[in-house]
């Protein structure tokens, strides 16, 4: 069975930093692109970053471009979420994603707020 299984959301102050994660499990993690994808409150799903097979080529919406990074860890089958500098717009719910597919893991909660 494919899971994707996100932690490490929090509620911090504006500036703050968090990193999430997105553990992947019944299949060939290596094999795939993998994205984050978030969706805010009353709002629509916004794709957010991606990275491809072996790490080396990574995506950015330009919302968070120059204070996210992505990143993997293909030993661990892991899809890493640095954010820094956060702002109350990156409140939402955030969600890791096989690249174009419709398998997206439970996703974990980010709350930036004063």
């Known amino acids: 069975e494919v899971q994707l299984v996100e932690s490490g959301g929090d509620m911090v102050q504006p500036g703050g930093s968090l990193r999430l994660s997105c553990a992947a499990s019944?299949?060939?993690?290596?094999?795939?692109?993998m994205s984050w994808v978030r969706q805010a409150p009353g709002k629509g799903p916004e794709w957010v970053s991606a990275?491809?097979?072996?790490?080396?080529?990574?995506y950015y919406a330009d919302s968070v471009k120059g204070r996210f990074t992505i990143s993997r860890d293909n030993a661990k089958n892991t899809v890493y979420l640095q954010m820094n500098n956060l702002k109350p717009e990156d409140t939402a719910v955030y969600y890791c994603?096989?690249?174009?597919?419709?398998?997206w893991g439970q996703g974990t909660q980010v709350t930036v707020s004063s």
């Open positions: 994603n096989i690249w174009e597919t419709a398998v």
């Open positions: 019944g299949f060939t993690f290596s094999t795939y692109d």
């Open positions: 990275i491809n097979t072996g790490g080396g080529s990574t």
